[in-house]
């Protein structure tokens, strides 16, 4: 129900938009979080956004460079990455929270898509 997408292999510095698409329901009163978990590590949050768009969420890691926006009308919610640096590199999951509200933690999500992985070179 959640299919994300935009990874790919940049350089440091680069950018990315990834997208993540809803399907099976309205996802317009959920809020959307992205995660990423690298090789040999757990999986972390990266940001989240509140159902009106109105409230973002940032980890200390991404702030000031990644961007977390959505379309409702859509159904897809979308993190622009720039100034991506090799510590980046991961699959990059979104996921879905029937609360409305966003959150850091992972166990507030209800649904999560299967992943894009991103990879920055040096």
């Known amino acids: 129900q959640l299919q994300a997408c935009g990874g790919g292999l940049v350089q440091a510095w680069g950018s990315l938009r990834l997208s993540c698409a809803a399907s099976g329901r309205t996802f317009s009163r959920y809020a959307m979080g992205w995660f990423r978990q690298a090789p040999g590590k757990e999986r972390e949050f990266v940001s989240a956004i509140r159902w009106s768009g109105g409230s973002t969420l940032y980890a200390d890691s991404v702030r000031g460079r990644f961007t977390i926006s959505r379309d409702n009308a859509k159904n897809t919610v979308f993190l622009q990455m720039n100034s991506l640096k090799p510590e980046d590199t991961a699959v990059y999951y979104c996921?879905?929270?029937?609360?409305?509200?966003?959150?850091?933690?992972?166990?507030?999500?209800?649904?999560w898509g299967q992943g894009t992985l991103v990879t920055v070179s040096s």
């Open positions: 996921a879905a929270s029937s609360s409305g509200y966003n959150s850091g933690m992972a166990s507030q999500y209800d649904y």
